[in-house]
């Protein structure tokens, strides 16, 4: 089930109903990351200049040392700074077209069953603030476990797996619940939900297919409560089934 939904969901980003959003994504993310690298470049250029400038009088005979060694330092920092940012910056943008990625999974993939609800508004923004929040939590933790090897591995997929889990399984189900009945079915398959969180945080870890980790999961999480919610009415029918053969015996 978990298996089937990730090769959907990967199929699903460049399909032709789904090809706009992904350039769009892609596009804006790429634009936001160039603001950040100006952005941050003048912010070095405004802060760290000066500070050069007032120690370079008093290191005669090391200037040019000195700025070869910081200018690769800034280079390194910069690099490393984009680096982190890229993952959320593309949860930040894509936040706002996962609905459009679910309609269109939904319409496309489950023709014969009714389309999910949008989110409202202010849902929306705060499901994407909290998928921002999610993932730049994600990064930190991460940077933060380098320093321990041994385990930053096994925790980094242990933490984002949970979270991204959690936060795009109830995205798809309040497409179909309210907030409380989605948690409540995200808790009831809690174990399935956490493993194909596994899968999500195994697309994250991959350099710039992880840019596409939003939409991978929006439409992965779709397939995947579509399946289960089908799954349990399946085991509903049978139960009901089997009560009334029980209550109604044959003659």
């Not at 952005?39 to 008093?58: D, H, I, K, N, S």
């Not at 680096?83 to 949860?91: G, L």
């Amino acid at each position: 089930m978990i298996l089937q939904s990730a090769r959907l969901s990967f199929a699903n980003l460049l399909a032709p109903e789904t090809r706009a959003v992904f350039w769009k994504v892609i596009g804006l993310t790429i634009l936001i990351l160039v603001a950040l690298w100006f952005l941050l470049r003048e912010l070095f250029v405004a802060y760290a200049t000066p500070l050069l400038e007032q120690w370079l009088p008093g290191m005669a005979g090391w200037e040019g040392w000195l700025i070869f060694v910081v200018a690769i330092l800034a280079s390194l920092g910069l690099a490393l700074a984009l680096a982190v940012m890229i993952a959320p910056a593309t949860a930040l943008v894509a936040g706002f077209f996962l609905d459009d990625i679910a309609e269109q999974i939904e319409r496309r993939d489950y023709p014969g069953e009714p389309v999910g609800q949008a989110l409202p508004l202010g849902t929306a923004i705060r499901g994407t603030i909290a998928f921002f929040g999610v993932v730049i939590l994600g990064n930190i933790v991460a940077l933060l476990l380098l320093l321990l090897p041994g385990i930053n591995l096994v925790a980094f997929f242990l933490v984002n797996g949970y979270l991204l889990g959690r936060e795009f399984f109830e995205f798809a189900a309040m497409r179909y619940r309210s907030p409380q009945e989605a948690r409540l079915f995200r808790a009831r398959h809690g174990t399935t939900v956490f493993l194909a969180g596994l899968v999500l945080a195994a697309f994250l870890a991959v350099p710039l297919l992880n840019l596409l980790t939003p939409l991978f999961a929006a439409g992965m999480m779709v397939h995947l409560h579509k399946a289960l919610t089908a799954r349990d009415g399946a085991r509903l029918g049978i139960t009901q089934a089997m009560a009334a053969g029980s209550l109604n015996p044959p003659a």
